[in-house]
């Protein structure tokens, strides 16, 4: 079985903030990524992937004008495991209600978008990842730009979504581009393991980052541990920095 690398407080912002790898990525535009013409698939694990992977993307599809289907994979509910703070029962109802808070705050028109939950089990995609691959694949047209996460990026669920969207991807002739989300906390810029050769850099204006941020206070859940069983935050505040740079990066 895969070690889990996502211990600990992960990869100082510094390092990545200095990194000259990062500053030297080529850039890319959103309108070059999806043409006009195209819709864009937005395929998240867990609701907030969304937002932590390319928010700033989002608003750029936003004002663009792109057709936009966002596909939730899972709802979420096992992000806070032995809690009665945070049961599942509970987490199922409110982190998709803090993922449509978190678009609308990024500016998306929720009459526009199509968004579509996918109800697998959390932290238990890759069991059903033959299924998932055939419901995404029902949902996809050929042309369509897919974002979703990166199939090595430490997380089981978000490397079975991005297995299955690849494979989905691949059989209607979708572009399929991927998302580092948790790569951030456990690569550094030296990191061999990270297609850095396929790395593309969206820039982001100060405001779309603070959009971003704001976007990201939505995930109450994901903010707040379980001090009575020793849970932390997930979005602990040095995750949510290295996640709200002044870009964001594809695997092109």
Known sequence: MKTNPIVGQGTPLHLWQSSSRLAELPCV???????EGRRAVIIAPHPDDEVLGCGGLLQGLAALDRPILLISVTDGSASHPGSHRWPVERLSVVRPQESAQALHRLGLPLHSLKWLRAGFRDSQVAEGEEDLSQFIERYLKPGDVVFTTWREDGHCDHEAVGRASAKAAQAVGATLLELPVWTWHWATPEDGQVPWHRA???????EEVARKRHAIHAFASQLEGDPQIGLPPVLAPYVLERLLQPFEVVFV
């Open 200 to 206: 593309r850099k969206i820039l982001l204006t100060p």
């Open 29 to 35: 535009t959103i309108a070059e990524l999806v043409p």
